[in-house]
């Protein structure tokens, strides 16, 4: 049974940077497009973007747009976000998700069948 494992947040300061890894368990990691999420409290889990199977293509929200980026090692079956430039407002549990169906860029969480257990990032001042 295939499963996600995300790792590498914790407790950084304003501009600082992160990178999230999540570790793919199970068959085939390359037919899976990947997504990250994120979800503050009291809010919807929102997409923070998107990586194509062979991780040629990617997507961001508007708020991380130039900040952020996603990318994978399908050899390694490792996605990361790369998050730089931290703010208050990217405070969050962060998941990774993924999805084996055509059009590799969906927008919702209920289109993605895998979930990690999530990580918490906090960024303070």
């Known amino acids: 049974q295939a499963q996600l494992v995300e790792s590498g947040g914790g407790l950084v300061r304003i501009g600082e940077s992160l990178t999230l890894s999540c570790a793919f368990s199970g068959r085939v990691f390359s037919s899976y497009a990947m997504a990250w999420f994120r979800q503050a409290p009291g809010k919807e889990r929102e997409r923070v973007g998107a990586i194509s199977w062979t991780g040629g293509n990617t997507d961001y929200a508007d708020s991380v747009k130039g900040r952020f980026t996603i990318s994978r090692d399908n050899a390694k079956n490792l996605a990361y976000l790369q998050m730089n430039n931290l703010q208050p407002e990217d405070t969050a549990i962060y998941y990774c998700?993924?999805?084996?169906?055509?059009?590799?860029?969906?927008?919702?969480?209920?289109?993605?069948?895998?979930w990690g257990q999530g990580t918490q990032v906090t960024v303070s001042s």
């Open positions: 998700a993924a999805h084996v169906g055509s059009n590799w860029n969906r927008m919702h969480a209920y289109e993605y069948t895998l």
